[in-house]
């Protein structure tokens, strides 16, 4: 109930009114007028005794109530406030958590991942398994860990079998100007001063190796077919998953295992390549 409608009683000027007036004066009158008998003055004198009594407690369970309220609203502000600050906190937690950016913006880290990802832009692909981006401002060369596709462009070498289409996938998936995530293993550049890495199209969400297949460009060559497994230690993070990769593309036929028995010869040449 809102406070202009509280009961004539608990209004401040019947309280005092009360008090000062009817209570004492009423019993002072009793006694002094002496037409009423004993019996009767003491009746009144604890009737407006008791009335007084009354009033007192109404206004103190009236000034309590009223604490109480006041008490509690400020808690349950409080409260609010507290979890509304808690809640900013949590969320501000998760999103650092999410995609931690430090000074250099062309990094990125994944929540339940330690692993930092260089964010890059494709330039182009040179063939099938190197290609080149720019890496914020600076332009670098990207050789691809752990795969080896048939050579198109080698200065010395003839176009091997499974080359031209191998080279064209990369070149449809690793579009100019496409966002791509480049992953470190081990070795930072190869012996033609080339940056190791896998290349992943999308930011793993769950365990790295959980996402391969679907994900990293690495991986997607060699299950796709359009590429052999090519390990070069100490760079063998997913090798174990590469060759499984492998083995399901062979028995499948796919890519380039789909030639295999009429160029085995020159298949199997693609991977002596040492890594070129």
């Not at 501000?92 to 330690?114: A, G, L, P």
């Not at 190791?196 to 060699?222: G, H, M, T």
């Not at 028995?251 to 298949?267: F, P, R, T």
Request: net charge neutral.
């Amino acid at each position: 109930m809102n406070n202009q409608f509280v009961k004539f009683y608990q209004k401040n000027w019947f309280i005092w009114l009360s008090l000062f007036l009817f209570a004492p004066l009423g019993i002072i009158l009793l006694w002094a007028n002496k037409k009423y008998s004993k019996s009767v003055r003491i009746v009144f004198s604890v009737i407006f005794s008791l009335l007084f009594v009354f009033v007192v407690t109404i206004n103190n369970d009236s000034k309590t109530t009223q604490g109480n309220n006041i008490q509690s609203n400020v808690v349950k502000n409080d409260i609010q406030n507290t979890q509304e600050s808690q809640k900013e906190t949590v969320l501000s937690s998760e999103e650092n958590d999410r995609n931690i950016n430090t000074k250099n913006t062309d990094t990125v880290k994944q929540k339940n991942n330690t692993i930092v990802y260089d964010v890059a832009t494709i330039i182009r692909t040179v063939d099938g398994d190197t290609i080149e981006v720019n890496i914020g401002e600076k332009k670098e060369k990207v050789r691809l860990i752990g795969v080896n596709t048939p050579e198109t462009k080698h200065p010395s070498k003839e176009v091997e079998v499974f080359g031209v289409e191998a080279s064209n996938y990369t070149n449809k998936q690793l579009y100019s100007d496409r966002k791509v995530y480049l992953e470190k293993d081990v070795s930072d550049r190869d012996k033609y001063g080339r940056l190791l890495r896998y290349v992943w199209l999308e930011l793993p969400q769950d365990k790295p190796e959980n996402e391969l297949k679907s994900k990293c460009f690495n991986a997607i060559l060699v299950a796709e077919g359009y590429a052999q497994v090519a390990t070069y230690p100490p760079d063998v993070k997913y090798s174990e998953y590469f060759v499984k990769f492998q083995k399901e593309a062979q028995e499948l036929g796919k890519g380039l295992w789909g030639v295999a028995e009429k160029n085995q010869e020159s298949i199997a040449n693609t991977n002596t390549n040492n890594n070129t």
